[in-house]
């Protein structure tokens, strides 16, 4: 063998080496040195648990993605998906904005190549315990609500950087959609009760962004129905029925107080109408048919299914990944052997339905207060949390705050093309839709929610010109 041969593979050696023993700071334990059908990338991945209640056995599971580029440079984020009771890494991490996507045969992935790793350090948390692989041994814990789920969450930040203590004084972004409208506002409060009571270490909070997130339930609710009215889904009839008799101002899950009956008839036939046979969640895609899309999978073909450039059976082909041994072995997931398989949602959660009741704006105000940027984005095709709502809510709480508008609504700008439209409060608290996209953002639209992301972690306020920038 030459000398430059002999070279070469000391070089792969050396490389597979690095790989492996991780870096200082980062638990070797938790790297997952390559995943079933991974393509080839140049950061490292780690995955693993953290106990939250050694007591109860209560554990949440993680997976944390470095940035693809200069990670020791980069702010930390987190992102929780909500439900509630939903997975933020079968969401968040791989079907919206980490670094893979399932491949069409369910038994290997593809890259994303606009991840949000291209302009951060990603952490993801199935949370509470019962969801994904996270668990309890103690069968009580899977009763559970906000005010536990932002506990834990507190107790998860604090032991996880004692896994990555390099992180500690990073900038810290909290992030996540719809139910994590409500997680992730409670989170930031207790972190910043923490903050006000510790003599030590502190949060380094820079930023809360949240998407279609549920804010008020009685505002967001009736937006629904105007949302199906104004998009031709409904007739008049109904549209200005709903919005006639139904009053939403008691609303609780499940249905108004004191409804009247034609209001009843009129939201029961409002939803019959919409169907089975739209994506409540992004009402322009095509549906997937999962009866057909598992048989594909057992059979080991092909099941991907495109609608407007986006595979609408992802969700499927993910859980069918998930749930192969060898990929919760190089998860290090599952250390419990669950008597269940991994699911998207949970089944054996009991969350507290009065929680989804709690008004968040007094506690976004709060952390607006603590002069952290808030940016609350919504994908213009989502009917469950609408924009129509949610920009109401975000106007309202500005003006609660006294503060007046520093960027006039407006277009922004993505490679020439509106990306949506924005408005900022006060130089803390923005507004902005992303055009064409669902209530999961960067599922339906990675590269401008990729530009709204990189405009939200680095400080800039999103471009109101075709000119291209630097996040283009």
Known sequence: MGRGRVGGVLVVLLGVWLLEVGVEGHPREDLVVRLPGQPKVGFRQYAGYVDVDVKAGRSLFYYFVEAEKDPDKKPLTLWLNGGPGCSSIGGGAFTELGPFYP???????????????????????????????????????????????????????????????????????????????????????????????????????????????????????????????SHGMISDEIGLTIMNDCDFDDYVFGSPHNVTESCENAIKEANHIVGDYINNYDVILDVCYPSLVEQELRLKKMATKISFGVDVCMTYERRFYFNLPEVQRALHANRTKLPYGWSMCSGILNY????????????????????????????????????????????????????????????????????????????????????????????????????LFSSFVRGRRLPNATRPSIED
């Open 352 to 451: 507290s339905d009065s929680d989804g009741n709690l008004n968040i704006l007094p506690l976004l105000k709060r952390i607006i207060q603590n002069h952290i940027p808030v940016w609350v984005f919504s994908g213009d095709q989502d009917s469950v949390v609408p924009l129509l709502g949610s920009r109401t809510l975000i106007r309202e709480l500005a003006h609660d705050l006294n503060f007046k508008i520093t960027v006039p609504y407006g277009a922004w700008f993505h490679k020439g093309q509106v990306g949506g439209w924005a408005t900022e409060y006060g130089n803390l608290l923005t507004f902005a839709t992303v055009r064409g996209a669902a209530h999961m953002v960067p599922y339906a639209q990675p590269s401008r929610a990729l530009h």
């Open 103 to 229: 491949r069409g045969d369910g038994r290997g992935l593809r890259r994303n190549s606009m991840s949000w790793n291209k302009a951060s350090n990603l952490l993801f948390v199935e949370s509470p315990a019962g969801v994904g692989w996270s668990y309890s041994n103690t069968s009580s814990d899977y009763t559970s609500g906000d005010a536990s789920t932002a506990r834990d969450m507190r107790v998860f930040m604090l032991q996880w950087y004692k896994k990555f203590p390099d992180l500690k004084s990073r900038e810290l972004f909290l992030t996540g959609e719809s139910y994590a409208g409500h997680y992730i506002p409670q989170l930031a409060i207790a972190l910043l009760d923490h903050n006000s009571h510790s003599t030590g270490f502190k949060f380094n909070i820079k930023g809360l962004a949240i998407g279609n997130p549920l804010l008020r339930l009685d505002r967001d609710i009736p937006a629904t129905y105007e949302y199906f009215w």
